[in-house]
């Protein structure tokens, strides 16, 4: 047995520490913003069947450009988009992995927005791409003199703005991406993991044509309930996804995620359906922790940031004795709570109801 300091481990990466969101097993999961309805059983059959018809080729390597998978997503976002702009990858994470090796990498900058989603900069230092940090305005909301300022002092290779952002939840206006694009002349990514819970129209999907170094990231892991199965995905100009080509392994995605997103996309109005429920759950919370005197922040996602908690570690553990599990992100006097199923949000303010009055 040995130390991982003792390995002739890359530089960059002594001391860092992986991703970690803790997985424990509790009634209540309300901590990585899963959609935690369960898949109705007739899709869970049809899922299975075509699994078992993709297993009857499984001695062979799956289709490298997964064509079908990519003209399902194009049909699925519509935007008049082709599956010559559509790349797909094991979940959005390695969809970012491969963007920061594409055109990030050594001697290369990339800009967020933080509060952010922590993997950014986990990927950025695990492909020695420069990674810089700009605080976001009153409330974590960002607008465009903000977002253009930081890319102009900056002169990032990516600008990645999430939206509606994890963790806060802040959406994020199409004139502050418009503003953002046009201050960039390197790739600006969208990073639109939870676009199906906003209710506005602002995806920067309708923003593509004719902005070729604009690249939009989603995901199949939150609305569409299949966080097990990952899929995420991409869409841009075609050449954004030529340039994915050059450093996506061969074969990335198996003959079973394929035929399992694939599945899935067939059946998208009723793997949708939770979403109005969800929000409704969501908008429930943000009242009542509001009405505890807590301070939610403004949400177009699933989850919801709650300021206004003088001791999260101590009310984290008090709701994991309940079988309750949130999210400590490391932001002072908040935890980020997922808006789950009615039970589930009922059990949460609950909870917190009871710790708050006792105090
Ligand atoms: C959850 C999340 C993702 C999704 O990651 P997958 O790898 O697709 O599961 C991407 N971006 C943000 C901001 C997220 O919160």
Known sequence: MTELNDLPLRDSLRGKAPYGAPQLHVPVALNVNENTHEISEPILVDI?????????????????????????????????????QIWAANGSNEILQQLFMAF?????????????YSMYSIIASSTDTQYV??????????????????????????????????PTGTPVSLEVIKAAYEATSGILVVDEAYAEFSLNDDSALSLLEGRERLLISRTMSKAFAFAGARVG???????????????????????????????????????????????????????????????????????????????????????????????????PNTLRIT?????????????ITELVSAK
């Open 48 to 84: 299975i069947s075509r699994l078992a018809l993709a297993l009857k080729d499984i001695n062979r390597y799956p289709d490298r450009e997964f064509t079908s998978l990519r003209n399902s997503l194009a049909n699925y976002l519509g935007h008049g988009l082709t599956e010559s």
């Open 104 to 116: 990030g990498g050594p001697g290369r900058k990339a800009l967020s927005f933080t509060p952010t």
């Open 133 to 166: 940090e700009v605080g976001r305005g009153d409330r974590y909301e960002i607008n465009e003199g903000l977002v253009v300022e930081a890319i102009k002092t900056h002169q990032p290779h990516i600008t990645i703005i999430c939206s509606p952002n994890n």
């Open 233 to 331: 995905y991409l869409a841009a100009d075609s050449a954004v996804c030529d340039a994915m080509r050059l450093v996506r392994l061969p074969y990335h995605l198996s003959a079973l995620t394929q035929a399992a997103a694939e599945a899935a996309l067939a059946h998208s109005s009723e793997m949708l359906r939770t979403v109005e429920d969800i929000r409704e759950q969501r908008d429930r919370l943000y009242v009542s922790l509001q009405d505890l005197g807590l301070d939610p922040y403004r949400s177009d996602a699933n989850f919801i940031l709650v300021g206004g908690i003088e001791d999260p570690d101590g009310m984290w553990k008090a709701l994991l004795d309940q079988g309750i599990l949130v999210r400590n992100v490391g932001i």
């Open 339 to 351: 808006a789950g199923t009615e039970a589930e949000t009922s059990a949460v303010i609950a909870a």
